[in-house]
Nanobody, 116 residues
Framework: QVQLVESGGGLVQPGGSLRLSCAAS????????MSWYRQAPGKERELVAT????????NVADSVKGRFTISRDNAKNTVYLQMNSLKPEDTAVYRC?????????WGQGTQVTVSS
């Protein structure tokens, strides 16, 4: 069955870094557009970053531009989110999403907490 499993979240101090991973299985990862979303308590879900199937095009939200980078390894069926210079306002549950033709799959999410 389809699975998207995020990992790499945790507690980090402001200014620190984390790398999130999302391991995919059960569908054709290499032909899927992958995205990272986040949602903080009481806030709307926010699209953080997107990468096309070949990795040739990436987009990141203005709120994280210059700090976050999305990448993928199609040989490992994994998408990454490198997060640097983390701020308290980056605290949220981060989820990956796969878009494969007209099908959408979601992971369960991983908590990122930025606090001193």
């Amino acid at each position: 069955q389809v699975q998207l499993v995020e990992s790499g979240g945790g507690l980090v101090q402001p200014g620190g870094s984390l790398r999130l991973s999302c391991a995919a299985s059960g569908f054709t990862f290499s032909s899927s557009t992958m995205s990272w979303y986040r949602q903080a308590p009481g806030k709307e879900r926010e699209l953080v970053a997107t990468i096309t199937s070949t990795g040739g095009t990436t987009n990141v939200a203005d709120s994280v531009k210059g700090r976050f980078t999305i990448s993928r390894d199609n040989a490992k069926n994994t998408v990454y989110l490198q997060m640097n210079s983390l701020k308290p306002e980056d605290t949220a549950v981060y989820r990956c999403r796969a878009l494969n033709k007209f099908l959408i799959y979601w992971g369960q999410g991983t908590q990122v907490t930025v606090s001193s």
